[in-house]
């Protein structure tokens, strides 16, 4: 059945202590019991209450009960079909019924419209087509496909969450289009992914639109995702959220280390990959290199999806990509969009773009039997919770400042002031300003503000670092907005 903000239960509100900064002695007083308190102005916000924002584990039953629906025979057959076309290179036949990239681009497509069917319209399918023209990895101009399912927001469509595996596959030589590449995790995993999602998600309404797409040309230079992402950009889509599943098919390395079935990691960019010199300046001055969009979008994922939820571990690493390598978060980022890569948490890169071969006595190439279709399903699990929270809950809020000017006639001030826009929900109750030490990994704070947008702490801005999310009246939170330095 459909949902939206009205049929989400309250999460259970972190247990917290309140304070009352009404002078300055008042205030000591607080800051001697915890020292990241008091709130002087506006009236409306006097009173703080501050607690830990850890995740309770209570989550919808809704949730639940869809992420018991995902189904590894399902991801099986997904994943066997994939590997059935010989090759995925985005350089094969785009005519040939059975093998290469056109047939395999042919297949999703029809399984996108039949699994969007019973959405009665709220989930469209489309191709979208271009030609990427020649360049050191494309010896032809070469049309390349991405099939996108959409489905459409409830109550501010405007805000977009997307989900991405590549169907690409390729060779050792990545110009080789013609030996097989079977693709299984590499990234078969990540296609399968999608198309689950899309089949528990299709009848599910929510507030923002969650777009869930399989991409091309990313072997060859992340063309599809480059050419996606340039659209929504164009578009003005605001993308709150961006995913790359890209070879999330195994916790065994099959390397003779231990495996790690119940972990996967999520890369983060730390120093935005759109910033420029400017803003480089400012976050390094500010020492906000930790607090991008896309470290505060891993930190929400780890908050909403833990593993008494989805039965998975993530490991969160500060870092765009592993070594030498990239996906398409990458094309998202470009345009100023969180994004993050999901993958599994050790490579075997005898299984990544490699022919199929056995040197040696040792086997090469991206088999199918060595993926782990319940670890795939787990991801799957990791990835829906994570839409479920943030498609549900308010959106990002937008423009905060953090005022630096001191008062007229004083060389500076401890309070730190702050304004931001208005969120856009009707259903909104408030906001939080959240804290940490600068030497913390995570929010460990919040100040119920009010519904307000703006306030003034008695907390100096030289010694925590500050954020702000949105709260609706069933609980929901939004993923942190981190400060701009105010002109």
């Given at each position: ?13 972190p247990?917290?202590?309140t ?13 001697a019991?915890?020292?990241v ?5 506006p009236a ?8 830990s ?6 989550f919808?039953?809704a949730?639940?009960a869809?992420?018991a629906q995902?189904d ?5 057959a ?10 995925r290179?985005?350089?094969s036949?785009?005519t ?9 681009n ?7 419209q ?12 489309q191709q979208q087509?271009?030609t990427q023209?020649v ?9 390349i ?5 959409t489905?459409?927001?409830t109550?501010s469509?405007?805000r ?13 030589d ?7 590449a ?5 990234d078969?995993s990540g296609v399968?992914?999608v ?9 599910k309404?929510?507030?923002?639109t969650?777009?869930l797409a399989t991409?091309?040309g ?9 050419f ?6 164009a ?8 995913f790359s599943?890209d070879i999330?098919g195994?916790?065994?390395a099959?390397?003779g280390?231990?495996?790690?079935p ?9 120093i935005?990959?759109?910033a ?5 300046a400012?976050?390094?001055?500010v020492?906000?290199?930790n607090d991008g969009?896309?470290?505060q979008l ?24 592993r ?18 890569r999901?993958t ?13 071969r056995?040197?040696n006595?040792?086997?090469?190439g991206?088999l199918?039997?060595y ?10 699990a ?6 479920w ?18 008062p007229?006639g004083?060389?500076g ?20 300003v959240v ?11 919040a100040?119920?503000v009010?519904?307000?947008?703006s306030?003034?702490l008695?907390?100096s ?14 609980g929901n ?10 002109n």
């Amino acid at each position: 059945m459909g949902m939206d903000n009205n049929d989400v239960p309250a999460r259970k509100t972190p247990s917290r202590r309140t304070f009352l900064a009404a002078s300055a002695a008042t205030a000591a007083t607080a800051a001697a019991a915890a020292p990241v308190v008091s709130v002087l102005a506006p009236a409306s916000a006097a009173s703080a209450s501050v607690g830990s924002i850890g995740n309770t584990g209570i989550f919808d039953p809704a949730l639940r009960a869809l992420i018991a629906q995902i189904d590894p025979n399902r991801i099986q057959a997904i994943i066997e079909k994939l590997v059935s076309f010989g090759t995925r290179s985005t350089l094969s036949s785009q005519t040939d019924p059975v093998r290469g990239i056109g047939a395999a681009n042919a297949w999703v497509f029809e399984q996108m419209q039949a699994l969007a069917a019973p959405s009665n319209g709220n989930m469209t399918v489309q191709q979208q087509t271009f030609t990427q023209p020649v360049t050191p990895t494309i010896p032809v101009p070469t049309s390349i496909t991405n099939n996108i399912a959409t489905l459409q927001g409830t109550a501010s469509p405007e805000r977009f969450y997307v989900v991405t595996g590549h169907l690409d596959s390729r060779c050792s030589d990545v110009e080789d289009f013609t030996s097989d590449a079977p693709g299984a995790d590499d990234d078969g995993s990540g296609v399968a992914v999608v198309l689950e999602l899309i089949r528990l998600l299709a009848t599910k309404q929510f507030p923002g639109t969650i777009v869930l797409a399989t991409v091309a040309g990313e072997e060859q230079g992340l063309f599809g995702s480059s050419f996606m992402a340039a659209q929504m950009a164009a578009a003005g889509n605001d993308v709150q959220g961006m995913f790359s599943n890209d070879i999330v098919g195994t916790g065994d390395a099959h390397d003779g280390t231990p495996p790690d079935p119940f972990t996967m990691r999520m890369f983060l960019e730390g120093i935005p990959t759109n910033a420029t010199a400017n803003d480089v300046a400012i976050i390094t001055t500010v020492g906000g290199e930790n607090d991008g969009k896309s470290r505060q979008l891993g930190r929400y994922v780890k908050s909403v999806a833990p593993f008494n939820l989805t039965n998975m571990n993530i490991r969160l690493i500060w870092r765009r990509d592993r070594y030498l390598r990239g996906t398409d978060s990458r094309s998202f980022q470009a345009h100023g969009y969180p994004a993050a890569r999901f993958t599994e948490p050790r490579e075997n890169f005898n299984h990544e773009h490699q022919n199929v071969r056995v040197d040696n006595g040792v086997q090469f190439g991206d088999l199918i039997e060595y993926v782990d279709f319940n670890y795939v399903a787990r991801v799957t699990a990791v990835n829906l919770a994570s839409l479920w929270a943030m498609a549900t809950s308010p959106s990002i809020p937008s423009g905060l400042q953090i005022h630096t000017a001191p008062p007229p006639g004083l060389p500076g001030t401890n309070l730190s002031t702050f304004t931001w826009n208005a969120n856009p929900e009707s259903n909104l109750t408030g906001y939080e300003v959240v804290m940490r030490e600068t030497t913390e990994p995570d929010w460990t704070s919040a100040i119920p503000v009010g519904n307000i947008t703006s306030v003034t702490l008695n907390i100096s801005k030289d010694n925590v670092q500050f954020g702000l999310r949105a709260v609706d009246q069933n609980g929901n939170r939004s993923p942190v907005a981190f400060p701009q330095v105010a002109n």
